[in-house]
């Protein structure tokens, strides 16, 4: 969507208007196409993911993933004065909250469960059954 809305808000935009909008290096790169990057010109990777395949430490880090990206639009908010561009971020904003809440909801299920008690039941070793 942040993508869509750059190219929504470059499509007519002229050169100078771009390279006065603090833009011209990305449209020097670019043009007016979307490429995924940070705002300090780094390009998406999926290095910046982390999965540890252990659901405390991955939800952890959704969590910690929905809270920067919630941080990023709200900085976002702060920056835009185009009510056009403004709503559909806090929309985006928002969603993040939610994210944020159903992450928590799923961590607490998974510590739940850890502290349940637990019975573990080993078959017989064939030496025990020897008569
Ligand atoms: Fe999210």
């Known amino acids: 969507m942040v993508g869509s809305m750059v190219y929504q808000l470059m499509k007519n935009a002229t050169p100078e208007e ?33 999965v540890k395949g252990d659901p405390i430490v991955d939800l952890t880090e959704n969590l910690a993933a929905e809270q920067k990206a919630r941080g ?12 056009d561009v403004i709503e559909p971020l806090k ?24 502290q349940e008690p637990k019975l573990f039941i080993m078959p017989k070793p064939d030496f025990m059954n020897r008569d």
């Open 18 to 50: 771009i390279e006065r909008a603090g833009a011209g290096a990305y449209y020097t790169d670019h043009g007016k196409g979307v490429y995924p990057q940070s705002a300090a010109g780094t390009p998406f990777t999926a290095a910046v993911l982390q």
């Open 72 to 83: 990023t639009y709200e900085w976002l908010i702060n920056m835009a004065d185009d009510p």
């Open 91 to 114: 929309f985006l904003r928002e969603r993040e909250v939610v994210h944020y809440q159903r992450f928590g909801e799923a961590l607490r299920i998974v510590q739940d469960y850890l």
